[in-house]
């Protein structure tokens, strides 16, 4: 089955400084990566997605890139501010099956 | 659209009590996902449903769990005993087919005495 890591596990960074949070994926037959954002107690949402035929999409501060012959995606956030903390998971999905990576904790230091 | 919707959104029960936890799929959607989540293992599949029917239910982690699906806009995730190691976050999603964003439910947040 599909096997995701992420990279880092925690990040703390200044408010208006960028974030990165990396994902590689094992299956080549993944085809659709949504980055989900969790906050405290709430359910997961999903913030920006991309599919295997795209490199990057961009949604305001938010952006991500896809690499499938390395078989790695990462999501940037750009300009980060304090609403910006939260967990953040990768995910990539096999035609029916979405595998998540770990978790990331972003914390946005004022 | 109300969104995805879970009950009991909190429940606390006793060691070998049978638990029952409820969706409410977005309406026309198509497939119907159950996960749990906790510290030490994440996001984790436990079922998922296609037009009412299981599909894949290889991350069910033991036979004290059961999950339905009776009709497009009801399921449900039972489990029978439970057991502290059940105490978790369980959240269910759904989608318009297989290839479309999923939405997730509140949660029902599961602890186990």
């Known amino acids: 089955g599909e096997n995701v890591e992420q990279h880092p596990s925690t990040l703390s960074v200044q408010e208006g400084d960028s974030a990165v949070i990396k994902c590689t994926y094992s299956?080549?037959?993944?085809?659709?990566f949504p980055w989900y954002k969790q906050e405290l107690g709430k359910r997961p949402q999903l913030i920006i997605d991309?599919?295997?035929?795209?490199g990057e999409k961009k949604d305001q501060r938010i952006a991500v890139t896809l690499n499938k012959t390395a078989k790695h995606f990462s999501l940037h956030i750009t300009e980060t501010q304090p609403e910006d903390s939260a967990v953040y998971f990768c995910?990539?999905?096999?035609?029916?099956?979405?595998?998540f990576g770990a978790g990331t904790t972003v914390t946005v230091r004022a | 659209d109300a969104g995805v919707i879970q009950s009991p959104r909190h429940e606390v029960t006793e060691m070998g009590q049978e638990v029952t936890l409820r969706c409410k799929p977005i309406?026309?959607?198509?497939?119907l996902f159950w996960y749990r989540q906790t510290m030490m293992r994440g996001l984790e599949l436990l079922i998922y449903?296609?037009?009412?029917?299981?599909?894949?239910d290889s991350g069910m982690p033991e036979d004290r769990f059961s999950a339905k699906m009776p009709n497009a806009s009801f399921s449900t995730l039972k489990i029978q005993p439970s057991e502290p190691r059940d105490s978790a976050v369980y959240f269910c999603?759904?989608?318009?087919?297989?290839?479309?964003?999923?939405?997730f439910g509140p949660g029902t947040r599961l602890l186990v005495l």
């Open positions: 995910a990539a999905r096999d035609d029916y099956k979405l595998s």
């Open positions: 309406s026309g959607h198509d497939y």
């Open positions: 449903f296609n037009n009412n029917v299981p599909i894949d």
């Open positions: 999603a759904s989608s318009f087919a297989s290839k479309e964003t999923q939405y």
């Open positions: 299956d080549s037959a993944s085809n659709y």
């Open positions: 991309i599919r295997s035929n795209v």
